[in-house]
């Protein structure tokens, strides 16, 4: 994949973002443990170190994400964590749980 980063044009992005505001990102291949992760973030890049493996197309966290906290893709609120998840650990249905399509918060409000 290539994509515009820091002004140059690269290769060897490992995950993307598509808003600043993301705390996980996508990953774009396998991504094994201990693995410095290049994520694309609009024109810019990071680095995150991976803390377990993360299967193609499975969200990791950008940065420590607290029990309780929203969950953002695509600058969006996607789910809540329901436990602490360390930046590059794995971010999927153990440790977020959707808040769209629920009925039973909507029952709730």
Known sequence: MIMAIDGQTQTG???IALAVIDNV???IKDLETG???RVGILENSRT???REEIPYGHKFALKPIANGEEILKYG???GRAVA????GAHAHVHNIE???GRGDLEKSR
């Open 25 to 27: 990102a996508t990953a």
């Open 35 to 37: 693995r410095a992760a």
């Open 13 to 15: 992005i490992d995950a």
């Open 84 to 87: 602490d998840i360390s930046a």
């Open 48 to 50: 995150v170190e991976i």
């Open 98 to 100: 959707s808040l769209r």
């Open 76 to 78: 969006e609120v996607i």
